[in-house]
């Protein structure tokens, strides 16, 4: 079963719009939640990462939301460019291990 | 400082046959790390090697397999491919345990 749920599957925004992908888990051993950007050929790439003594985190135009009580955390991205045209992943861990659980995925794309 | 590197790029198998790829994590990263990415389903764990030695495994048949040399480069084996085996597999190394996981470019495997 999937440990992450991610949506939308995919997700079309104008150039200079915001970029909202939400995902949501249940164990709460997790303790740490990154995003990955993935472009087509290549591997998946870090774009931010939270642990959950926080409810926000922001890097550039990136932000991360996340709720602790509702077990969900969201991926902003404000002013939209199409250089963002990505497959955006969400992911999450426990404390000791290494094992990451990956959202399916969202395919973003940002019309000029 | 070179990323993770993965041999080969591309595979063409047929059902039944074995293979063997191949990974280079970043210089001084002891972990390696194996995921399995197909459409729709996103990032599945394979299992992660941390000083020659697997410390976890994910939920995929004993047709998969993998090993960890002094060097840290690491080698994942499937055996007696399926046609579902098609799938882009995914090599990450960090430092440590638990910490950012840095991906390679992938290897594309097709079983026919």
């Known amino acids: 079963q999937q440990q992450v749920k991610q949506s939308p599957q995919s997700l079309i925004v104008q150039k200079g719009g915001i970029s909202i992908i939400n995902c949501a888990y249940e164990?709460?051993?997790?303790?740490?939640f990154p995003w990955y950007q993935q472009f087509p050929g290549k591997g998946p790439a870090l774009l931010i990462a939270?642990?959950?003594?926080?409810s926000e985190k922001k890097e550039g135009r990136f932000t991360i939301s996340f709720n602790k009580s509702a077990k969900q955390f969201s991926l902003h991205i404000m002013d939209s460019q199409p250089g963002d045209s990505a497959t955006y992943f969400c992911?999450?861990?426990?404390?000791?291990?290494?094992?990451?659980?990956f959202g399916t995925g969202t395919s973003l794309t940002v019309i000029p | 400082k070179a990323g993770v590197t993965q041999t080969p790029r591309y595979l063409i198998k047929t059902r039944g046959q074995q293979v063997t790829l191949s990974c280079s994590p970043i210089?001084?990263?002891?972990?390696v790390s194996w995921y399995q990415q197909t459409p729709g389903q996103g990032l599945q764990f394979l299992f992660e090697?941390?000083?020659?030695?697997?410390?976890n495994k994910g939920n995929f048949p004993g047709r998969f397999s993998g090993r960890q040399f002094s060097n840290s480069r690491s080698e994942m084996n499937v055996s007696t491919l399926e046609l579902g085996d098609s799938a882009l597999y995914l090599c990450?190394?960090?430092?440590?345990?638990?910490?950012?996981?840095?991906f390679g470019s992938g290897t594309q495997l097709s079983v026919l």
């Open positions: 990450a190394s960090s430092l440590n345990r638990g910490e950012k996981l840095f």
């Open positions: 164990n709460t051993a997790f303790d740490y």
């Open positions: 939270i642990r959950p003594d926080v």
């Open positions: 992911a999450a861990s426990t404390p000791r291990g290494n094992q990451f659980y």
């Open positions: 210089s001084g990263h002891r972990s």
């Open positions: 090697y941390f000083s020659e030695t697997q410390r």
